[in-house]
């Protein structure tokens, strides 16, 4: 099928800004989807608020567009009660975790089949460019004058540390290879995680003087190495990406089956 | 007659009210003084194929049951005040994507932590207006372990026909005090299922179109027909709109289908009205004080009726009204600082003739403390 197959054009234009990461993500999860073969029926796309939360309204799959940060809690909701379904969580930075936080850590912890992901731009778009707890100290937002002071999550280690089974990272501008994670991550059976930069030039790119979606675009590159290049061996500054976890482990859907199963003995 | 009769906790009479009306889905969160009802659906779900979840906190739990509603389940939690004050951001997304559900509030004192041990019924209010923005909502409560089974029924009945929250209010002191409850037998009480979509695979399905009865047949998420929820305002398709009209249509539509039904919604039992002279008005735990004080003062000759109510959201004006127009006084008889007594008194003709019995101290109000309101106000010549 043709990329437009999964989208419900009657929604477009899309809301996203010129030379916003977020389409070229969507395209990535539709590639990935289509690579997979899943029938649209079968998945169920559950997002919270912002600007990643958006891409929700715009695919042609059973789509839940909740509240900020909720979006997890909901999707477990769908998962667990209809475990046959496919459940696609894309979130933004902040709505993944800060307000959403909590729910993140355990979803992960249980181990619940959900495929989570970080479109990570490392601001608040859609309300204007506030900083994340993803943007890291020394940025520029419109609520940090002066620059951040806050210290960031490294969302493949929070990943990792609260439970989750595949963890991996990509950029938009290595969108072939996001698409090849997004496959995997969805494939597997497991919570799993897969973060994305993205460029926000609107807001972050503008404050911090990263340019235009282009050089924003060219940092993804030159700012990040894949796991295990001699690249990253170089220099350990730069961002790593790649699939940095994935493990077997009992899935929660199926770990109910089995109470069920003991339950319905008497 | 019940062969099923259980000697239980009214928060174990909810539950197995829950089940008859076909629960499905349960998430929760601990919190005194409702857990049991976490506790025994954790235990009786999965024996039936169900599902249960304990959530990370209290937000999390509601909005997982909305995700299970969608895929087609009849859902519920329960909570109490610090945790239905959390649960109201979801209640409200709730209201506005129209999923049935049942949110069960076992009372206790507040605001904040408050008295989690003590009875309390001071959250009726926050039922109403617990969640930001204009809507309607539906709220019921019960005195015994019998009327909560049913009510608990209807509340999955009334989710169920009006897309909507339904919210159970009950209380610590009926929540945890042990009566008999008789389960009836499997058809004895009418279950309502959802409405479905009868558009066929192919032809556009408009999720968020009233029929002309007002009502919305659903599709379950993982069926052939694909739509967008959301807690913005929203077309037919339900998706995001701004235009004003669609705007002012769904608000409108939100209030009027349960507001324009009230008669339908509206439950309630009397207790010796037709010739009272003194009308309580009262509900939940509370109400039994009230009736227990009506009956014994009947013996006696004097003319006291009680009016329970069981649904107090929307507030039942027209009937309290009518209940009330022969009384010489009316006294409300709640658990609170007068959250019904302000509705009662907007009801009725002569407002200045209701009076509050009441008491917001952990304590159950006991049928002597009625009784003394009950001779001050007789002492004025009322």
């Not at chain 1, 800004?17 to 389409?23: D, F």
């Not at chain 1, 973060?195 to 282009?214: F, M, W």
Request: net charge neutral.
């Amino acid at each position: 099928m043709a990329v437009k197959d999964y989208l419900r054009e009657r929604y477009f234009p899309h809301m996203w800004c010129p030379g916003c990461g977020h389409g070229t993500i969507l395209n990535s999860l539709i590639r990935a989807i289509e690579d997979l073969g899943l029938d649209k029926s079968e998945i169920v796309m559950t997002s919270g608020i912002g600007c990643s939360a958006r891409i929700s309204g715009y695919v042609d799959f059973h789509s839940l567009h909740t509240l900020h940060g909720r979006a997890l809690a909901f999707a477990t909701g769908v998962k667990l009660s209809r475990p046959e379904l496919k459940v696609i969580v894309p979130m933004g930075d902040g709505d993944a975790l800060a307000i959403g936080g909590n729910h993140f850590i355990h979803a992960a912890r249980r181990n619940i089949d959900i495929t989570a992901v970080v479109m990570n731009n490392r601001i608040y778009g859609m309300t204007g460019g506030q900083f994340s707890p993803l943007s890291g100290a020394g940025v520029k937002a419109t609520t940090a004058p002066y620059k951040t002071i806050d210290s960031n999550f490294d969302v493949v280690e929070l990943a990792k540390a609260a439970g989750a089974t595949f963890v991996a990272r990509s950029t938009a501008y290595h969108a072939q290879e996001a698409t090849g994670y997004l496959k995997k991550a969805i494939e597997h059976k497991g919570f799993s995680v897969v973060e994305i930069l993205s460029q926000c030039p609107t807001h972050y790119g503008r404050k911090n003087k990263e340019g235009d979606a282009v050089s924003m675009l060219e940092l993804h590159k030159t700012n990040t190495a894949k796991l295990g290049s001699k690249a990253l061996e170089n220099n350990p500054e730069l961002i790593a990406r790649g699939v940095f976890l994935d493990v077997d482990r009992p899935e929660y859907c199926q770990e109910y089956d089995k109470i069920i199963e003991q339950a319905s003995k008497g | 007659m019940s062969k099923n009769i259980r000697f239980i906790q009214g928060n174990e009479a909810c539950v197995e009210g829950a089940l008859y009306a076909g629960v499905e889905f349960f998430a929760g969160y601990p919190i005194t003084p409702s857990t049991e009802i976490a506790e025994h659906l954790s235990q009786r779900l999965p024996q039936r194929g169900g599902k249960f979840i304990q959530m990370e906190d209290e937000i999390a739990s509601m909005c997982a049951i909305i995700g299970a509603s969608l895929t087609g389940h009849k859902v519920m939690t329960a909570t109490s005040g610090p945790g239905f004050s959390l649960k109201q951001e979801a209640i409200g997304y709730a209201c506005m994507a129209e999923i049935p559900c049942v949110i069960a509030n076992v009372q206790r004192g507040g605001p904040s932590t408050g008295n989690p041990t003590h009875v309390s019924q001071g959250d009726v209010n926050q039922a109403r207006w617990g969640t930001h923005g204009d809507h309607s909502i539906i709220a019921l409560t019960a005195s015994n372990h019998q009327d909560i089974f049913s009510i608990t029924v209807d509340a999955f009945n009334l989710a169920e026909t009006y897309r909507t929250p339904v919210i159970l209010l009950l209380d610590e002191a009926i929540g945890h005090l042990r009566e008999k409850l008789a389960i009836p037998e499997e058809g004895e009480l009418a279950i309502v299922d959802r409405l479905r979509t009868s558009q066929p695979k192919g032809v556009d399905y408009h999720p968020y179109l009233p029929r002309e009865d007002g009502r919305l047949p659903m599709s379950d998420f993982g069926g052939h027909h694909r739509y967008n929820v959301t807690g913005l305002f929203h077309d037919m398709w339900g998706f995001p709109s701004n235009n004003p009209k669609i705007v002012n249509e769904l608000l409108r539509h939100l209030t009027d289908k349960i507001d324009a039904n009230i008669n339908s919604i509206t439950r309630y039992k009397e207790y010796f009205l037709d010739d009272a002279e003194y009308v309580f008005i009262s509900y939940g735990s509370s109400a039994r004080s009230a009736i227990h004080l009506a009956r014994n003062r009947r013996n006696k000759g004097e003319k006291i009726g009680v009016l329970e109510l069981q649904s107090i959201w929307p507030f039942p004006r027209d009937l309290v009204r009518e209940k009330c127009e022969k009384a010489k006084a009316v006294l409300v008889v709640e658990m609170n600082m007068g959250q019904v007594l302000t509705q009662v008194k907007a009801a009725v003709d002569e407002p200045s003739r209701v009076f509050l019995a009441n008491r917001f101290d952990g304590k159950l109000i006991t049928p002597t403390d009625i009784k003394r309101l009950l001779r001050v106000i007789q002492g004025r010549g009322v």
